[in-house]
C-alpha cells in the first residue's frame, strides 16, 4: 500500500470568539512550512450556544478571505454540523492533514474527549492555550525519556528546524549519584547522531532528577527559554496507574500553557521533514 503524503494543515476554529490562537498558529505553521491551510468549524446542534449554520458559513467565508488577503497562503474553509470530536479526524483523514491544532481555554483541563480525541488521531495534535509569542517557535523543548516510542519525535524535531531555523532544547533527567538508564542513553545518541545529520541546531540540557520526569520538569525550561512548543509523546499502553490517576500527558498539559505538540506512536505516518 503506497503511503499517503500528508501535506495539509488542518486547524479547529470558534467561529464565534474574536480572538483564535489556534489560526495564528496554523498560519505561521503554514507560512513556514509551505503547505495548505484548512479552517474548519462544526456547528454542534444539540448545543445552544453553539452558531447556526448559515452564520457559521458566513463568518467561515469572510475568514478566509481575510487570511488570504493578508498572508501568501492557500486556505481552504469548512463548515459542518455534528460532533467535533468525532468529526474532526475524520476530515483530517479525509483531507490528508499533517497536523491538527486545536485551541483549549487557557484554564481548562485535558477531559476525557479531548484526549480520546487526540489519542484517536493519526496525526499529532498542536494544543494550543495562549496567544502566539513573535517568532514562536524560535525555540522547541524536547523531553527524552528512557521509552522506545520517544524516538519517534525526533522527525517531527527536524520538520521545524528545517523549515523554521528552530533550536531544538533536548531535555533529559539523570540521578547525579547513579549511571545514566541505559535506554535514555540510547535515546540520546540516536537523537543526537540524527539531528547531526540533518544539521539542526540543538543544544542538551541534562536536569537533575528521575528520567521519568522529565516530562513534569521541562516546564519550567520552557518558561525560562520562552519556548514556543514543547513536544510530546502520547501514553501508548496505559498500566493501572494511567487509568487512576491519568496519563503523563493529562498532567503536563493540565499546569501547562504553552503550546504541545502530541504524538502518537505509529507505524504507518509520513512525515513531511524535508
Known amino acids: 500500500m503506497p503511503k499517503i503524503i500528508l501535506e495539509k494543515i488542518l486547524v479547529y476554529v470558534d467561529l464565534d470568539k474574536s480572538d483564535d490562537f489556534s489560526i495564528q498558529h496554523g498560519v505561521e505553521i ?46 481552504n474553509g ?65 523531553p527524552i ?28 533527567a539523570k540521578n547525579p549519584d547513579k ?4 535506554e535514555l542513553h540510547k535515546n540520546l545518541i540516536y537523537t543526537r547522531k540524527t539531528f547531526n545529520n540533518f544539521d539542526v541546531n540543538f543544544r542538551i540540557h541534562e536536569l537533575e532528577g528521575s528520567c521519568w520526569d522529565i516530562h513534569k520538569m521541562s516546564l519550567d525550561f520552557a518558561h525560562k527559554t520562552e519556548a514556543g512548543l514543547i513536544i510530546i509523546m502520547m501514553t501508548k499502553h496505559y498500566g493501572l496507574f494511567d487509568y487512576i490517576l491519568g496519563p503523563h500527558e493529562k498532567k503536563f498539559m493540565d499546569t501547562n500553557t504553552i503550546p504541545v505538540m502530541c504524538i502518537n506512536s505509529r507505524e504507518d505516518l509520513y512525515v513531511p521533514c524535508i
Open 30 to 75: 503554514g507560512l513556514f512550512s509551505k503547505k495548505e491551510l484548512n479552517l474548519l468549524h462544526i456547528v454542534d446542534n444539540k448545543n445552544p450556544n453553539s452558531l447556526f449554520l448559515e452564520k457559521a458559513q458566513t463568518l467561515m467565508k469572510e475568514m478566509v478571505n481575510t487570511i488570504s488577503a493578508n498572508f501568501p497562503i492557500k486556505v
Open 78 to 142: 469548512y463548515v459542518l454540523e455534528g460532533n467535533k470530536f468525532k468529526l474532526i479526524n475524520s476530515v483530517a483523514d479525509r483531507i490528508g492533514a499533517a497536523i491538527v491544532v486545536f485551541e483549549m481555554n487557557e484554564f481548562q483541563k485535558l477531559d476525557k474527549q479531548t484526549l480520546k480525541l487526540i489519542n484517536s488521531s493519526r496525526v499529532p495534535y498542536i494544543i494550543v492555550k495562549q496567544k502566539m509569542l513573535e517568532r514562536s517557535y524560535k525555540n522547541i523543548v524536547f
Open 145 to 172: 525519556d528512557p521509552s522506545v516510542e520517544t524516538k519517534e519525535k525526533v522527525l517531527w524535531a527536524i520538520f521545524f528546524s528545517v523549515h523554521y531555523n528552530t533550536v531544538i532544547h533536548i531535555l533529559y
Open 179 to 182: 549511571p545514566i538508564d541505559p
